[in-house]
């Protein structure tokens, strides 16, 4: 599929082709929801991909707003975020962007100079997508750009309210995002899904679309215990979902044991277990998937299946991947890395996403992240969008 019969918003690099956006006030919704550690930004991918939008309208000599959430363990003020790109552009924080603060920083503003304001999410508007509010944060400037992929599945006001409002358009990040997931939608073949993570309720119906369009799906991490127990594998004290909501979403009759039978359906064949109770990686062995005890957890995908997957991979034309095969957050992110590692080194054809695979992917260094086909800045989003093929933020923007 090419570029031209994908149906995209209008950008603002398109829109700005035709008429100056030289002095205008430009309200850039960004997704600066980056982790934290001890005050630091770690993680900084989602604001290089950021960057194009941003230095296309300095260099435009535009006068910026970006507003963004902040909402990790690592604390809920962007202040790191400033400190971690004050030196790239000319940039100033405001703490309350809609209060008199904000109205003098908006007024000095140079053309050619950004400000960073706080967390949205600290005006409980925001979630609510108020409408009053929507109407407030559109009066502050002449033009609104999203460039927030990974937080566009949200009917949060800067996402949907806003662009009612007042003129809006894609930023380049957005755009990119759509270009390279719509390809996903017309894969070569073989094509591998690998999805992992956790809840799988919520995640059957992308496997179940999945299913139908990918030559293999590939099923790890917590999702998985699902399906070992539906095969009558003891998981032990594994984590499980609440089953009773899969009716509902699935929205139609579902058949786990027809689902389970899916010869393109794979799971894990070996795992990493712990027992109960316990902490951390020391300790834990490698089993068979059907040799857990009740005692016992799964955190983790086993060598065997990695090797599996070092197969799978490189037979493949076209891979998607999103989410850990394993806890990350408890330090089983062995097995999560090495596929990282492995979609890199076959440079093979399609995406990668979500919070955890990012961070996977940042430990292997920019070489080999950058052999990566296409990273997606979005978690939940993108998911969101494989489903749904398109997002509400999007769609404001038509
Ligand atoms: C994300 O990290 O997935 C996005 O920033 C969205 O964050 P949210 O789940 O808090 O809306």
């Known amino acids: 599929m090419t570029e031209e019969n994908i149906k995209l918003p209008v950008s603002v690099v398109d829109y700005a082709k035709s008429n100056s956006i030289n002095g205008k006030t430009i309200l850039v919704r960004v997704d600066f929801n980056v982790p934290i550690e001890n005050g630091v930004v770690s993680g900084d991918t989602r604001i290089k991909r950021s960057l194009d939008t941003i230095n296309f309208l300095i260099d435009q000599k535009a006068k910026i707003i970006l507003i963004s959430h902040i909402e990790g363990k690592g604390g809920d003020s962007l202040r790191p975020v400033y400190d971690f790109i004050k030196n790239t552009f000319p940039v100033s924080f405001v703490e309350d962007i809609l209060g008199e603060e904000g109205q003098t920083a908006i007024s000095k503003l140079i053309p050619g100079e950004v400000i960073l304001a706080e967390n949205i999410r600290m005006y409980p508007e925001e979630k609510k997508n108020d409408i009053d509010f929507s109407k407030k944060l559109a009066s502050l400037a002449d033009i609104y750009v999203n460039d927030a992929f990974s937080v566009s599945h949200r009917s949060h006001a800067s996402i949907v309210g806003v662009p009612q409002f007042v003129p809006h358009f894609a930023g380049l990040l957005l755009i990119d995002e759509i270009v390279h997931l719509q390809k996903i939608f017309h894969p070569k073949h073989p094509f591998v899904f690998i999805l992992g993570g956790a809840k799988f309720d919520t995640k059957l119906p992308l496997i179940q ?190």
């Open 209 to 398: 679309k999945f299913l139908s369009v990918a030559d293999h799906v590939f099923v790890g991490g917590a999702l998985a215990n699902d399906i070992f127990k539906a095969k009558g594998f003891n998981v032990g004290a594994s984590l499980v979902s609440d089953m009773s909501s899969v009716q509902n979403i699935s929205n139609q009759i579902f058949s786990m044991k027809d689902f389970i039978e899916n010869p393109k359906l794979v799971t894990p064949s070996d795992v990493v277990v712990q027992k109960e109770g316990i902490k951390g990686v020391d300790g834990c062995v490698i089993k068979k998937t059907n040799e857990v005890l009740e005692d016992e957890v799964i955190f983790d995908s086993g060598p065997e299946t990695v090797e599996f997957l070092k197969k799978l991979v490189s037979e493949s034309k076209c891979v998607l991947w999103n989410g850990p095969l394993g806890n990350y957050e408890e330090g089983f992110t062995g097995p999560t890395i090495e596929l990282a590692k492995i979609i890199a080194e076959t440079g093979v054809d399609g995406a990668v996403g979500g919070g955890d695979t990012l961070a996977a992917i940042n430990t292997l260094g920019d070489t080999v992240e950058s052999k990566i086909n296409f990273i997606s800045t979005g978690g939940g989003a993108m998911l969101q969008y494989l489903l749904d093929e398109t997002l509400v933020g999007i769609d404001a923007l038509k």
